[in-house]
């Protein structure tokens, strides 16, 4: 696996906060995208957040100004590793994701967080906040929080996330830690964008099988069993256990890797070592195997594909608004009666 920490001679600025008094985003002024490149590559933050913000707009005129900044970023790090953490409400997972990720900044990794956040169905935006969530990381120079609002995506992955990563790789971050909402069927499109698919999943269920469906199993990489401290360790040990011996039941993933299951407490910050070991084994295993490659190749296939589907739901959008105000206004003035200009929309969006 390749070393990816990041020495003192790299990349001015990188890591530190570090901003050219010429690109400063203060002004206001609307930054090109050369210079919005020249300052995410000198690792300054204020224009990584300016830059993240082009790259998850809908606006027409911001999808072309993005297209230009992901060509200038170049290609994508093939030594950076795309985490996934998953898990069902009350796993622990904002709390365990920064405990991991200052473990790792505290190894000389640069960690970046997209972390997805419930949307406010009032007002659209995230409802968490990441510095209440993950304090440690929120501070630490050498770690990077996005909080981003699920806006209804499949699996509560942001339409954006794809993006958002590109530019937070071209910024020197070798970790991107991707935290989904929760747990579900649709919860593998999170795995359409990651390298390692970590699952966590709590003790003291039962069968710990019954509350995971069969669907995430057979995506994830790893599984941790979080909360693995005190009076709760043994009952962790267990569904550990447990997990193991159910996965024997499922075939093998087509890389050859076969997921490992683990205890851990971003408590007492046990588990932690052995948890990025796996996620190193793991990393080491897949490329030998030359899966690395064809999975990241698919990852990049499927973001055209989103692309493109993304853009023309919004053509139809635009064009089904214009639709539908013409009948609005003609239901507000009494020419039109509402079933019967339901009926006229329904005609004419079928004809189109």
């Not at 942001?158 to 970790?175: F, I, N």
């Not at 269920?205 to 360790?233: F, P, S, W, Y």
């Amino acid at each position: 696996m390749a070393d990816h920490r990041r020495e003192s001679s790299g990349r001015v600025g990188a890591g530190t906060g570090a901003r050219n008094p010429a690109l400063s985003p203060r002004s206001r002024q609307r930054l090109t995208p050369a210079a919005l490149s020249a300052g995410i590559q000198e690792g300054d933050r204020a224009i990584i957040g300016q830059a993240l913000s082009l790259v998850e707009s809908f606006l027409p005129a911001d999808l072309t100004a993005a297209s230009e900044l992901l060509t200038l970023l170049g290609p994508e790090n093939p030594d950076s590793l795309r985490l996934a953490v998953s898990g069902a409400p009350g796993a622990g997972k904002s709390t365990l994701i920064d405990a991991f990720g200052t473990y790792l900044t505290g190894l000389g990794h640069r960690v970046a967080v997209l972390a997805i956040d419930p949307t406010s169905a009032r007002s659209g935006g995230s409802i968490l906040g990441d510095k209440t969530r993950m304090p440690r990381l929120a501070t630490d120079p050498n770690a990077f929080i996005r909080p981003s609002p699920t806006q209804g995506a499949l699996g509560g992955v942001s339409r954006r996330t794809r993006p958002a990563m590109a530019v937070l790789e071209a910024a020197g971050y070798d970790v991107l830690i991707l935290e989904t909402v929760g747990v579900g069927q649709s919860e593998t499109a999170a795995r359409n964008m990651a390298d390692f698919f970590l699952l966590l999943s709590l003790a003291g269920a039962g069968d710990e099988l019954q509350g995971i469906k069969r669907g995430i199993i057979e995506v994830a990489d790893a599984i941790a069993i979080t909360k693995a401290d005190g009076q709760n360790m043994r009952p962790a040990q267990q569904a550990a256990a447990s997990l193991r011996s159910a996965l024997h039941l499922f075939p093998a993933d087509p890389s050859g890797w076969r997921p490992r299951v683990l205890t851990c407490s971003a408590l007492v910050e046990s588990g932690l070592p052995e948890l990025w070991q796996c996620a190193k084994d793991f990393q080491s295993a897949v490329h030998e195997s030359g899966y690395w490659e064809e999975r990241r190749k698919q990852q990049r296939l499927l973001w055209f594909d989103e692309e493109i589907r993304a853009r023309m739901d919004a053509l139809r959008d635009s064009q089904d608004d214009a639709i539908r105000g013409a009948l609005r206004t003609a239901i507000s003035v009494g020419a039109k009666h509402p079933h019967a200009a339901a009926a006229e929309y329904m005609a004419a969006r079928a004809s189109t």
